[in-house]
Each structure stands twice: as structure tokens, then as C-alpha cells.
């Protein structure tokens, strides 16, 4: 008698043995391969999309979390404790930090001068231009047009507010990273939060562990956003941009942006250094000559735009005329989300880049994280805001976009009201070079994750596995993927912040230090690491 098995049997079968006939008390038995195949991969295809359910409903749940009210607050009350335990330094020594950051640019030589071909670290000023190639990116042009559409003209207010605070606590991310940091078994200097969480917070009495697991954490969140917000989600950008606008196919964008990234990225840190020191002022200066154009061909405007912005607010007007939503909960809410997205402060990614540096001063190096956030929030994301608000494509009034688009393609035609067909054209390039300058900044981060976790070998891996990615990044669609190395950015900040906070004291030690020997000029033994050995080094050589 013929006997068909069930699906169940069948399932057996394929873990015990190998499909097949055979007999079984004298009867022959046969499978219903076919059948029982097209019932498994159907399974396997239900299992799949309620797994995929599931992880973007996890996802969106904490991504709200970490990118919603409660994370933005304690964003914002990091930078205002470190604000006020460093007695405003921003301000009160605007003078100073400004002088020694940019102004020495031009005056000291140290500033600028490259290191000896042994020696591993990087000047201050490419550090800072490796630390601007990550934060400047598409940040500074979407992500602003999304905080005017999303959240009116008052989200720029908010977006300033971010940075003023948000100044403070990259500054204490720097002098921290500076603090603490060693050099690896290459000679390079290896600093981040990882670091002071597990040297700093761990040395407090009963920390240990929790320093060490804070840091694990950190470099795991790290590693992964490199690979989504540092790099696929970026050359997507650049290749749809390309083929918007010149009609480049995506594949060709992303064979040529591989070539480029493995020339640079595999060669280290003093050769992506060695690039954005050149890309890095070049790509902001065309960008803010072009946005200025665009300020002063609409200059009569500019009542009427500040206006918007502060009305806008405070909840004086509607926004979006109630379309979108109104008052001030939503214009502070995506104003401070975009401006914590483009300028990353606590997020504790560019201090990566900022430890690599050759300067002597955790305070020097934690004013050139001070100048980052100015430059990227208060110059570059001021101007886009301008430009748009300017444009006539925004109702000043309530807040409502003229025109059925978004994101750069809104930039592009605020730009277009003056530079006509180039416009576009312009924010296209634009991207390119803001998106991939970001790719070679957040390489460097992802590498030294890599190095922290699983040491200074695998960093090679890292790279080339790193490289091979912008061009999947360019050719497909990673939605969910890139949601997740949202998520994984936005979890950078927790155990970053946790470190800045508790290590606050010695934040305000190190900047009482460097203002009573350098401002006020008194005789005081410098804070300059919080190893014996590199102190007495750093002395030396000072």
C-alpha cells in the first residue's frame, strides 16, 4: 500500500538522514518532494517577513527612544553641566579658543605642520578636518530641509541652541579623549570613549566592570553604525544624487567610489588625514561662497527670516499651517534631533579622530571640538537654512513648503532661484563630497572599534570589509539596514554620555589647569595625561 508522509515526517526525514525511498514493513514509501519543498520555503519566506516585522518594530521602539524627547534632553543636559562647570568657557573665552583654533591656522606653525614619517599622529589641523569630513555631510543639507519641512522655521532655533551646548560637551569628549589615551602596538595614538569609560569611569571604586562593559558597548554600536550611517547610507545618496543629476548609472558611481575609498582608506589614518585636509576646506568653502551668494541676492529678506525662525519657536504661529503639525514641541524637537544628527555632539564619534592628534593640551584639542560644532551648525547648517527660507519656497508665515519636494532636491531648488539649471547641479557635487568626506571620517572611527574589540590586527579586515560595502551601499536598497545603524548611532550616545557626565570633575580640573597656566599666566604643574609615563613625555616635548 502506498503511503504519502506529512509534511511533519518529512521535516524529520531531512534532519535525521538524506532524502530518500526505502521500505518499511513491506511497504514501499515514497515523498512528496515537490510538495513538501514548496510547503518549507514557504515557512522559511513567513518566518523571514515576521522576523523582519519583528526587528523593525524592536528597532523603532528604541530608535524612538534614542532619538526622541528623553535622549535629546540628556543630550542637552550634558552640554549645559559641562557649560556651566567650565564657566561658559565658549564664551567667556571666545577670544582665546577662536585665536588658537582657526586664527592659528595662519600664525602657528604647529597648527598645520605635518608630522615626521615615523611618527603616527596627525596635526591638529587635520584632525580637525578628518573630524569635519565625518560631521559635514548629508546632515548639513538634508537633514536641515527635513527640520524646516518637518518642523517650521523655529527648528533652526533649535538647532542653535544644540550647539552652543553641544560645544561643550564635544570640547569635554576631546579633552577627555586626550586624557586618556595611549599609544597601540603601531605607535598610533588610540583614544575615544572607550577609553576614558574603561580607564576613567572604571577606575571609581566599584566601576570596574561597569566601565569595561560601557566600553564594549560603545565600540560595538560604534563598529556597526560605521557600516550604515558612516558608509552605505551615504554613497546611496551620492550615487542617487548622480544618477538625479547627470544620469550616472548607480553601478558605475559605486565601482569608482570603491577604487577611490581603498586607495585611501586602506592606506590608514595619515593618508585619509592627507586627503580631507585638502577636501575638507576646499568642499566647505565652494559650499558656503555658494550659500553666501544666495544670502546676499536675498538680503532684503533676511528680517523676515530670523523673524520666522524665533516666532517659529516659541509656538507664536502655527506650523505648517497645521498641516505638519504646530507650536513649539515639534520645532524643538526636530530641531534639536537635526542638529545632534549633523553635528554629533555626545555622540563621541570625531573625539576618535581628535585623540590622533600631535597636540600636547587635552584643553587645545577640545577647543578644535568647540570650532567643529560652530563651523558645521553655526555656519554651514545656518546658511542651508538661509537659502531655503530665503528662497520663497517656504511660507514665512506659516511654515508651509510651496513645493511637492524634499531633503536635497529642496536645497537644490532654493538654489536654483539664483544659480538657475547649475543649482541642482551644484548641491549634487555638493553631496558628493560632504557624503564621501564622511565615509573616509567614519572609517577611521569603525577601525578603531575594530581595534578595541578584537585588536590592532583585525583592523586590516575591517577595512577592506569596510571598502566592499560602499558598494553595496550604491547599488541597493538597505532600508531596514540603515534604520538600524541609525539606531546603533543614536546608541553610541548612552554609554558616551554616561562617561562624560560621571568623568565631569576632571573635565573642570584639566580646564581650571589649562586657564590658570596659560590665561592667567600662574605657575602650575600642566594635566596633560593621567599616565605617569606619557605625562612625563608630553612634558618633555613641550
Not at 586664527?103 to 608630522?115: A, L, Q, R, S
Amino acid at each position: 500500500m502506498r503511503k504519502i508522509f506529512s509534511c511533519d515526517i518529512f521535516f524529520r526525514m531531512l534532519y535525521w538522514e538524506k532524502i530518500k525511498t526505502k521500505y518499511r514493513s513491506g511497504n514501499y514509501v515514497s515523498v512528496d518532494i515537490f510538495g513538501c519543498l514548496r510547503f518549507f520555503f514557504y515557512l522559511k519566506t513567513e518566518r523571514r517577513m515576521y522576523m523582519v516585522e519583528l526587528i523593525t518594530n524592536v528597532n523603532n521602539t528604541i530608535n524612538g527612544f534614542v532619538w526622541g524627547v528623553p535622549m535629546l534632553v540628556l543630550l542637552v543636559g550634558t552640554g549645559i553641566l559641562m557649560t556651566i562647570l567650565t564657566n561658559f568657557f565658549q564664551l567667556s573665552h571666545l577670544g582665546h579658543w577662536f585665536k588658537n583654533t582657526v586664527g592659528g591656522i595662519f600664525h602657528d606653525e604647529h597648527v598645520t605642520k605635518h608630522t615626521e614619517a615615523g611618527d603616527q599622529s596627525i596635526s591638529q589641523f587635520q584632525s580637525l578636518c578628518t573630524a569635519l569630513a565625518a560631521t559635514i555631510g548629508t546632515g548639513n543639507i538634508v537633514g536641515v530641509a527635513s527640520a524646516l519641512v518637518a518642523g517650521g522655521p523655529g527648528a533652526i532655533f533649535w538647532m542653535w541652541v544644540v550647539a552652543f551646548f553641544g560645544m561643550m560637551t564635544n570640547y569635554s569628549e576631546n579633552v577627555l579623549g586626550i586624557y586618556y589615551r595611549r599609544r597601540n602596538s603601531k605607535g598610533e595614538w588610540s583614544g575615544g570613549a572607550m577609553y576614558y569609560l574603561k580607564d576613567g569611569l572604571g577606575s571609581y571604586k566599584g566601576c570596574k566592570q561597569i566601565g569595561a562593559v560601557l566600553a564594549v558597548l560603545f565600540s560595538a554600536f560604534c563598529l556597526l553604525a560605521s557600516f550604515g550611517i558612516g558608509n552605505m547610507s551615504q554613497v546611496n545618496s551620492i550615487a542617487a544624487n548622480m544618477t538625479s543629476a547627470f544620469s550616472i548609472p548607480a553601478t558605475a558611481t559605486g565601482i569608482v567610489l570603491v577604487i577611490i575609498g581603498a586607495l585611501v582608506i586602506v592606506g590608514g589614518l595619515k593618508r585619509i588625514a592627507a586627503v580631507t585636509e585638502k577636501l575638507v576646506p576646499f568642499m566647505a568653502i565652494a559650499y558656503v561662497i555658494g550659500a553666501l551668494v544666495i544670502f546676499f541676492a536675498n538680503i532684503n529678506h533676511v528680517s523676515a527670516v530670523f523673524t520666522a525662525i524665533f516666532k517659529g519657536a516659541f509656538g507664536l504661529r502655527a506650523v505648517g499651517g497645521g498641516i505638519v503639525g504646530s507650536g513649539v514641541k515639534l520645532a524643538l524637537t526636530w530641531g534639536m534631533k537635526r542638529g545632534v544628527f549633523s553635528n554629533e555632539a555626545g555622540l563621541g564619534s570625531s573625539v576618535m579622530v581628535h585623540s590622533s592628534s600631535n597636540v600636547k593640551e587635552p584643553v587645545r584639542q577640545g577647543m578644535w571640538g568647540i570650532f567643529e560644532v560652530f563651523a558645521d551648525t553655526m555656519v554651514v547648517c545656518t546658511l542651508t537654512a538661509f537659502a531655503v527660507l530665503s528662497s520663497g519656497l517656504i511660507d514665512l508665515d506659516t511654515g508651509a513648503v510651496l513645493v511637492d519636494v524634499s531633503g536635497s532636491a529642496l536645497v537644490g531648488q532654493a538654489f536654483a532661484t539664483v544659480f538657475g539649471s547649475f543649482g541642482p547641479a551644484f548641491i549634487a557635487i555638493a553631496i558628493l563630497l560632504f557624503a564621501f568626506s564622511t565615509v573616509l571620517g567614519w572609517s577611521h572611527y569603525g577601525s578603531k572599534a575594530c581595534e578595541y574589540l578584537f585588536g590592532t590586527k583585525s583592523t586590516i579586515v575591517y577595512k577592506i570589509a569596510f571598502v566592499l560595502m560602499i558598494f553595496i551601499g550604491c547599488t541597493m536598497n538597505l532600508g531596514l539596514a540603515w534604520d538600524l545603524s541609525d539606531t546603533f548611532n543614536g546608541l553610541m550616545a548612552i554609554p558616551n554620555l554616561i562617561g562624560v557626565i560621571a568623568l565631569s570633575p576632571v573635565v573642570m580640573k584639566i580646564t581650571r589647569n589649562y586657564v590658570a597656566r596659560i590665561i592667567k599666566k600662574e605657575d602650575v604643574k600642566p594635566m596633560l595625561s593621567v599616565f605617569p609615563e606619557i605625562q612625563e613625555e608630553q612634558e618633555k616635548a613641550m
